[in-house]
């Protein structure tokens, strides 16, 4: 799993209506978020870039770079906040850069005997709440998961999102703004323990939705890089699928 490889985060995705996206991300799979969370006093640093597959896209190259914390000391209950700075070509957006993000997780089996891990989060919390503004990035995005891990077939995860009804819209701006998620991932231990594989879905006709997938290599044991596609689920909001890198580094 990411976490275990990367200690997990992003993507998750915050979107600026029609004009463009950026990600302010928890611990995540790919793209989605997942149940993991940061162990107490730990910290990663993730640099992401999402690269256009196509010069025609109407939305820029995305750039992240984040640091999470966990923050709870407890070994059922566990929680970790986020920061990311976020660029994506667009001045109007990238004039106020800084976004947050939060969670919450019980490990599986913590609750009782076989429980799934269970997490409620939140991302997208951006700083320009200013309802009159054309560049707003309130999108405020909280999320349920649930996961558990199978013999053989590695781990299932499953879950829904909503967010701001005034910033999530559909092509014809219409309220879209929440869906499912799910996932799939592995760590591929027949070929070797650093190598972790992926697919995740957000729902939603929104700038949010996407397939993604992908696979990550640990080349230390706190230091992983994961290489992933995006294919997006209404490109004229969030505009061409992307090719995805994500560098993660673990303190301690």
Do not use: C
Request: charged share 15%.
């Amino acid at each position: 799993m990411k976490k275990t490889m990367k200690t997990l985060i992003m993507a998750t995705a915050l979107t600026m209506a029609t004009t463009g996206i950026a990600m302010a991300t928890p611990s995540t799979q790919i793209w989605i978020p997942s149940t993991d969370v940061q162990g107490y006093k730990s910290l990663h640093l993730g640099i992401d870039n999402y690269t256009r597959t196509s010069n025609n896209s109407a939305v820029s190259h995305v750039y992240d770079l984040g640091l999470t914390a966990g923050v709870l000391p407890f070994e059922k209950l566990q929680g970790e906040v986020g920061i990311d700075y976020i660029t994506n070509g667009n001045n109007g957006y990238d004039s106020q850069p800084l976004y947050f993000n939060a969670k919450l997780g019980t490990p599986e089996g913590s609750l009782f005997e076989g429980s799934p891990a269970l997490a409620l989060g939140g991302y997208g919390f951006g700083t320009n709440r200013d309802k009159g503004s054309a560049f707003r990035t309130d999108q405020d995005v909280i999320y349920g998961l649930a996961a558990k891990t199978l013999p053989v077939v590695g781990r299932l995860s499953a879950g829904y999102y909503v967010g701001n009804d005034k910033l999530l819209l559909d092509v014809n701006g219409n309220k879209e703004n929440d869906g499912v998620l799910l996932s799939w991932d592995r760590t591929m231990s027949e070929i070797s323990d650093k190598l972790w594989v992926a697919v995740d879905y957000q729902g939603g006709k929104n700038a949010l939705g996407a397939l993604s997938f992908g696979a990550s290599w640990a080349f230390a044991k706190n230091v992983s890089v994961i290489f992933g596609y995006d294919i997006y689920n209404e490109k004229k909001l969030a505009g061409e699928n992307t090719f995805t890198t994500q560098l993660d580094i673990n303190f301690p």
